[in-house]
C-alpha cells in the first residue's frame, strides 16, 4: 500500500462499527473538524486507521458543498496520514476515526489541511498519555479508560 493512498480497508463503511464508535469512542475538536476515534489492539501485519468524514446537511444544502468539503478532508488526511501510520506501527494499534466538519463556510485546503495536521498530532499525543497512566491495562481496552 503506497503511503499517499486511502484504500477501500481504510474507509470506515460499517454501521455497526459508526454505531460502535459513536458510543465507546472519545472525542476532542478542532474547530472546525471535531474528531471522534478509538484505538485498538492491531490484530493484523500492517497497521491502518478506518477513518470516515462527515459534513452536516443542516450546514450546506447542497450536496455539492458537502461533498467538496469531505474531498478537501480526505485529501488533507491522504497526504498527512504517514507519521500517524509510523506511530500505529510502532505502537502496535489500529484506529477508527470520524472526522466532522462543523463550520458553516466552506474552507480553503490549507485550512482543513492544518486542522487535520493538528488532529492526527493529537491523537498520538491522547494514545500516548493514556498508555502512560494506564500501563497494565490491556491494549484493546484503553480507549475506555477514561
Do not use: W
Not at 24 to 39: E, L, M, N, Q
Not at 72 to 88: C, H, I, S
Not at 91 to 96: A, D, F, V
Amino acid at each position: 500500500m503506497s503511503e499517499y493512498s486511502l484504500s477501500f480497508r481504510e474507509k470506515l463503511k460499517s454501521t455497526k462499527e459508526f454505531s460502535a464508535l459513536f458510543t465507546k469512542g472519545k472525542s476532542f475538536t478542532s474547530y472546525p473538524v471535531k474528531a471522534i476515534f478509538h484505538f485498538e489492539q492491531n490484530s493484523v501485519a500492517t497497521p491502518f486507521c478506518q477513518t470516515a468524514f462527515s459534513v452536516s446537511k443542516r450546514n450546506f444544502k447542497k450536496a455539492k458543498d458537502r461533498n467538496r468539503i469531505k474531498r478537501l478532508m480526505r485529501e488533507a488526511f491522504r497526504l498527512n496520514k504517514g507519521t500517524f501510520y509510523d506511530y500505529l506501527t510502532t505502537s502496535g494499534k489500529n484506529c477508527r476515526l470520524i472526522l466532522i466538519f462543523l463550520d458553516r463556510k466552506l474552507p480553503e485546503f490549507s485550512d482543513v489541511q492544518d486542522k487535520i495536521i493538528l488532529i492526527l498530532q493529537r491523537l498520538q499525543k491522547e494514545h500516548e498519555e493514556v498508555t502512560k497512566r494506564h500501563p497494565d491495562i490491556p491494549s484493546k481496552d484503553i480507549s475506555k479508560s477514561h
